[in-house]
């Protein structure tokens, strides 16, 4: 009996390990996960050695040499003799430290809200799932669904139009923009990623190891966290790349609306903004720089998701021929 | 189906409900007296007074908030504290809703006519190169935010196309048709391109599915034609899911809205939501949420019923 266990166990070992090895060797012959990966990489390479690599400090206003005026295009130089290399912004700003150093806040704001969402909403939908048709279940899916019919967009702009813009004082602590900003995030996505963790807990739940465990007597919370939770790791990784993507998409959507970082800290969104007022004349490397940041993040982000998936469910890249 | 139906209806209205709770718990969320934060920095001790009765601030928050939602079911949204001082909500509203409602379905209109065809086209030849393009296409148009496309558009065909136009702004339908279309197409093919990729995702891989089908696979078997299993079978069956995702983004849409207006400076609910975001105008902000809210309910709702009544297995039974 006793051996058994022990026979059990490593299987059970090997089987968690087969997932997660399957998820990588799957993961390193999908090109598109694998080109999504490496744009991701790049980014957060520039995120973490942003003061390394700019060129400028990126509120530093340089001047402009008489009969020039900002923004200065792309390979030219400031009065001191600074090179733009992508050029100035209006005050004569060094756009490429601006939109390094708007990259390293965009993006240490996605991986603080992603992070925090997926907990919330992992430890919401996996206890959903694991009492499934239970009045537990039944509300934490009715909050899922009354916060789904918001519009994520138009969630986090009533909610922090409602907190006001910049730093604010809730019960005597002061909280920043970007903590905010993180939070209203959490409050849009961690009850999408319930969802998910809840239907992939589901299937979990009737597969044989669960019983097997439940049959050994090990206890609720025990089942859920180490058998559960490993095996949904997969989908939680697709699905976490995927809202890294939809998050660096929405909070550019909330600085570009002026909700977001506000100036004069670098944020790509609120360059985008400004930039608004320049295209007529012509200053298209203003808006250009940080827009092509923005996307390629976001677009980095979502090959890599929709690579792990395609490698997750071998069904959908399955040829189907009529 | 009656009993479906019913069952549907009764679900979205406490969901409905709650939302409507949360809407109104907004201004209470807000730090600092919610009467001077409507006021702003300019308080008049009458005005304040007035204002905290008219809100009923004094009440317990559970009769607050029926007074509130008594209101809204009249029909009464309440009165704009900063945006248009004085001016009842609903007025604003209904001066801006044919804006946002028209760049939505434009956009709509304007996806459609890209993510079916492509998405049909990709499914039909899965795995082939042309797929593999127009899925990496499609990952790249979600990728773009819909307000860099709308300023690369501004930049491609603007500078050149608005100028003679006059820079973004509006003009009505009432005064000219022509002039409302060409004010209204670059905005629209900003958002219908970006909400096109997601579509077109949707079509394929609806597509996919119903082409994996017992059903398909029997009337290839019986020697019925290819092409008229594609148009008769698949096109129609895959759709029908599709319908149902473009009700579920109906939310992607009206969000998307927001930022549209804000690129091309056009004077929709989107703007108004955010000049109220601004100026800290309370009745506005919940008015213009409880909306987008209840549309995309309804919609939902909507798109759930029709689901049913198109249901593919319904449909199969009755025709063979």
């Known amino acids: ?322 | 189906m009656g009993t479906y139906i019913l069952k549907r209806v009764l679900l979205a209205i406490p969901t409905l409900f709650f939302a409507s709770i949360l809407v109104f718990l907004l201004v209470h969320i807000a730090p600092g007296d919610p009467v001077r934060v409507m006021l702003g920095p300019v308080q008049d001790p009458a005005l304040v007074e007035k204002l905290q009765q008219k809100l009923g601030l004094d009440l317990p928050l559970h009769q607050q908030y029926l007074i509130w939602a008594g209101n809204v079911i009249k029909g009464d949204l309440g009165i704009s504290t900063s945006v248009q001082r004085g001016a009842p909500v609903g007025e604003l509203i209904s001066q801006r809703y044919g804006v946002t409602l028209e760049l939505a379905l434009f956009a709509l209109l304007i996806a459609l006519l890209i993510a079916v065809p492509t998405g049909i086209l990709s499914a039909l030849r899965q795995n082939k190169p042309s797929d593999h393009i127009s899925r990496v296409f499609a990952l790249v148009g979600i990728s773009i935010p819909n307000f860099f496309v709308g300023i690369l558009l501004i930049l491609l065909f603007g500078v050149v196309l608005l100028k003679s136009w006059g820079s973004g702004g509006f003009v009505p339908f009432s005064e000219g048709v022509g002039s409302n279309l060409q004010r209204m197409f670059l905005p629209a093919i900003a958002l219908g391109t970006s909400y096109s990729a997601v579509v077109m995702r949707m079509m394929r891989s609806s597509m996919l599915d119903v082409m994996g089908k017992d059903y398909v696979r029997t009337a290839r078997a019986m020697g019925v034609k290819k092409s008229s299993v594609v148009r008769r079978d698949i096109v129609r069956n895959a759709l029908i899911p599709v319908v149902t995702v473009i009700g579920n983004s109906i939310g992607y849409l009206l969000g998307g809205s927001v930022v549209t207006e804000m690129v091309f400076r056009l004077p929709g609910i989107g703007s108004l939501v955010m000049n109220a975001v601004f100026r800290r105008d309370f009745p506005v902000i919940q008015a213009v949420v409880l909306i987008i809210v209840a549309v995309r309910i309804v919609v939902n709702l909507v798109v759930d019923l029709l689901y049913a009544k198109l249901d593919p297995r319904i449909q199969y039974t009755s025709t063979e």
């Open chain 1, 1 to 322: 009996m006793n051996r058994d266990n022990g026979k059990a166990a490593v299987q059970e070992r090997e089987r968690h390990r087969g997932v997660i090895l399957e998820f990588w060797r799957n993961f390193r012959s999908n090109a598109l996960s694998l080109t999504g990966g490496i744009i991701v990489a790049i980014f957060v390479v520039m995120a973490l050695l942003a003061p390394l690599l700019s060129p400028a400090d990126p509120v530093k206003q340089f001047k402009v040499s008489s009969g020039m005026h900002n923004p200065l295009p792309p390979l030219t130089s400031s009065a001191e003799g600074h090179f733009f290399l992508l050029g100035s912004d209006k005050y004569g700003r060094d756009i490429l430290s601006r939109a390094l150093f708007g990259t390293r806040a965009m993006l240490r704001l996605a991986v603080g809200a992603v992070a925090l969402s997926l907990f919330i909403g992992m430890i919401m939908g996996a206890v959903a799932g694991y009492n499934r048709g239970s009045w537990l279940d039944e509300v934490i899916m009715r909050i899922v669904d009354i916060m789904l019919s918001f519009p994520a967009l138009v969630l986090a702009i009533a909610l922090l139009g409602a907190l006001g813009i910049g730093e604010t004082k809730i019960a005597g602590v002061t909280v920043s923009n970007t903590f905010k900003i993180m939070i209203v995030i959490v409050i849009a996505y961690a009850p999408r990623f319930a969802r998910v963790m809840r239907s992939v807990t589901l299937q979990e739940v009737s597969e044989d190891y669960v019983a097997a465990a439940r049959v050994m007597g090990a206890s609720d919370t025990r089942i859920i966290v180490k058998e559960i939770i490993i095996n949904t790791i997969p989908p939680v990784i697709v699905q976490g790349t995927l809202m890294m993507a939809e998050t660096v998409l929405i909070s550019a959507s909330l600085s570009f609306l002026g909700l977001g970082l506000q100036p004069p800290a670098p944020s790509l969104g609120v360059m985008l903004n400004e930039a608004r007022d320049y295209l007529f004349q012509g200053s298209w490397w203003y808006a250009v720089v940080p827009g092509v940041f923005i996307s390629l993040a976001i677009l980095g982000f979502n090959f890599l998701g929709d690579g792990l998936r395609d490698s997750l469910d071998p069904r959908q890249a399955r040829r189907v021929k009529i």
